[in-house]
């Protein structure tokens, strides 16, 4: 089992969800951040203060998914989180050691 | 040609103001002899069964308050209200971080509960009763003497209006000036130094000079020269000199603008001032803010005149005109010099147009209304950037960069724009009945200046002396964890939002 983050522009969100809901990744979880990378941050001027905005508002989703399903999942985010441009994000996977699901008391693939 | 050009534009001038001010002083002869027919049992009764109106007119002793000037300054005053809770008050929160919400609401909200109170007291005494040329007298503390039928003077002869709602809408405007000191020591002092030194800055600052601008026996008691004379002597100080003040440019812009200026040098830059991010945390409530001041500001204004005549409906489209232009004009500067135009820049504009037209409404033309505003916008931008930084203090939210340098505009601009060959009024001389011919721009502007400088000193002497009291008494600061953590739980034990 394989924990995939991925750090994504905001107004990308619906079309990412539908990709991975689309190759039969059953749930996610979604956390609004900010962060920087490449992209750096913008300028903003409040009358005579300037103030440099490092951090950009992202979002991170986080999947938890069968090994097999990693490669499809990994193409998936790629497509549908691209607009090309500087600060499309990044894709991290984890190897997830245990999986429970907490009503029925099922552990592993099961519990996905 | 340069000549005649001049003399045709002076005669476009006076035939289009001479009219204005032939209806005014028609209107008041006519508007008393209704209201004698329309509400005999608060004239007196006996010259109210005689017959002809005219005859009773000519035989009432006193005057007594047309409803329509009466409801006028009711609607006035509540406007007034308005602008500092909730208008000034929004437009402050939403300029200081989330932490500090609640501090500058409560700030701006208690102050203007506790001048009100002060205000009765002893302030409208002190600032409207007959004393030397700087301090009024003692005559009506705790509003001592003022009946439900007693009247104050107007600007028109033999018009009155009812004195409690007088003393309420001079309220209002001895309420704003403190709040709007407020602003350029927020998110650092605490809420006990706040109410102590505008206390004492109000008593001591705001109560004179409103004496010396605004304080005159009133316009019946102008019936030849030598009583005129008589007059003017028991006048305030600046109101002798001749200072024009319509609504309060000297007596509320410059004078809250500079204990403001006193104020961020005194009590100190915020902690991580110019290091960290001190962002506006709602700029939409600052716009909310922003526009329920300039409604407000009508009152503020038009109301000044304290009848519903013509001339209040001169400060009502100057009001309106003055703020677009100079909105338009910081917006066009500022998307020249810093790259775009914002919403806090349109805010802030508007507000300088507000300040700027203040003094000068009930005496300059709307096209005189529309340069002031322009000049006001391009300078205040200038006044909360580069002169900011030259200045080098924590002015927080630019109270002398908009009212201070606005103020300073407005009334040097008044003497300019005020000369009927530039649009304005001129001058009324209550002797002759008949606007003044000769006006000088130049006499007026240094007069005008006097003002300023008076109250530039006066302002900023009081303001240093009541900041030195209270930080020996209290001190000025809340400790350093306290501020960084936040004025709204630490002073208040309040969160602003909860999300």
């Not at chain 2, 402050?92 to 001048?115: D, E, H, P, W």
């Not at chain 2, 316009?219 to 024009?244: H, R, Y």
Request: charged fraction near 15%.
């Amino acid at each position: 089992m394989k924990l995939v983050t991925a750090i994504i522009k905001p107004f990308k969100l619906d079309e990412v969800r539908e990709a991975l809901s689309a190759i039969g990744v059953q749930g996610i979880t979604v956390t609004e951040v900010k962060g920087f990378g490449r992209q750096k941050g913008h300028t903003e001027l409040y009358r005579g203060a300037e103030y440099v905005v490092d951090f950009l508002p992202k979002v991170k989703i986080e999947a938890a998914i069968k090994t097999e399903l990693l490669e499809q999942a990994i193409e998936a985010i790629e497509k549908s989180a691209s607009t090309g441009k500087i600060g499309d994000g990044k894709i991290f996977v984890f190897e997830l050691t245990q999986v429970i699901r907490i009503r029925t008391g099922e552990t592993g693939a099961d519990a996905l | 040609m340069k000549k005649l050009i001049a003399l045709l534009a002076l005669f476009g001038a006076c035939s289009l103001a001479a009219p204005v001010i032939a209806q005014d002083k028609a209107a008041a002869p006519a508007t008393e002899a209704k209201q004698a027919e329309a509400k005999p049992e608060a004239a007196a009764p006996v010259a109210a069964v005689a017959a002809p109106a005219a005859a009773a007119a000519a035989a009432a002793p006193a005057p007594v308050p047309n409803k329509g000037d009466t409801a006028w300054m009711i609607v006035a005053t509540v406007l007034v209200i308005l602008m500092t809770i909730p208008g000034l008050a929004l437009f402050y929160g939403g300029l200081v971080r989330a932490k500090n919400m609640l501090s500058v609401l409560m700030q701006v909200f208690v102050t203007f509960c506790m001048i009100s109170v002060l205000w009765v007291f002893y302030g409208y005494s002190i600032a409207f009763t007959e004393g030397n040329p700087f301090f009024g007298g003692f005559s009506r503390l705790f509003l001592s003497g003022i009946t439900a039928d007693s009247t104050a003077a107007t600007f028109s002869k033999g018009v009155v209006i009812p004195e409690y709602i007088y003393v309420a809408f001079q309220l209002t405007f001895a309420a704003i000036t403190p709040c709007l000191i407020v602003g350029a020591f927020v998110e650092r002092v605490k809420f006990s130094a706040v109410l102590l030194f505008l206390a004492i800055w109000f008593t001591f600052a705001y109560l004179p000079m409103a004496h010396m601008v605004w304080f005159w026996p009133g316009p019946d008691a102008f019936t030849d020269a030598a009583a005129a004379e008589k007059a003017t002597a028991a006048a305030g100080w600046l109101f002798q000199k001749g200072a024009l003040d319509f609504a309060g440019g000297t007596v509320v812009h410059i004078n809250a603008g500079i204990a403001a200026l006193v104020g961020a040098y005194v009590v100190g830059k915020r902690i991580g001032y110019q290091k960290e991010a001190m962002t506006p945390h709602s700029l939409t409530l600052t716009m909310v803010g922003a526009a329920l001041l300039w409604v407000g500001w009508f009152g503020f204004n038009a109301g000044s005149n304290l009848e519903a005549t013509g001339t209040a409906a001169l400060a009502f489209i100057n009001t309106l005109v003055a703020t677009a232009a100079a909105t338009l004009s910081w917006l066009f500067f500022e998307n020249m010099f810093k790259g775009r135009p914002s919403m806090l820049g349109g805010a802030s504009g508007a507000v300088a147009g507000l300040v700027a037209i203040t003094p000068a409404c009930g005496f300059v033309g709307p096209m005189g209304a529309i340069a002031l505003g322009v000049i006001a916008g391009a300078l205040c931008l200038w006044g909360v950037s580069g002169l900011k930084r030259m200045l080098g203090a924590d002015d927080s939210l630019d109270v002398f960069g908009v009212h201070g340098v606005g103020g300073i505009i407005g009334a040097l601009g008044t003497g300019v724009f005020a000369a009927p060959i530039l649009g304005g009024s001129g001058i009324y001389d209550y002797v002759a009945n008949k606007t003044a011919a000769d006006y000088s721009i130049m006499d007026q502007v240094t007069i005008q200046a006097t003002g300023v400088i008076t109250t530039i000193i006066w302002s900023g002497v009081v303001a240093f002396i009541a900041f030195w009291i209270v930080d020996k008494l209290i001190g000025l600061r809340v400790p350093e964890e306290q501020e960084r953590e936040g004025l709204d739980v630490t002073s208040h034990g309040e969160t602003a939002y909860h999300m």
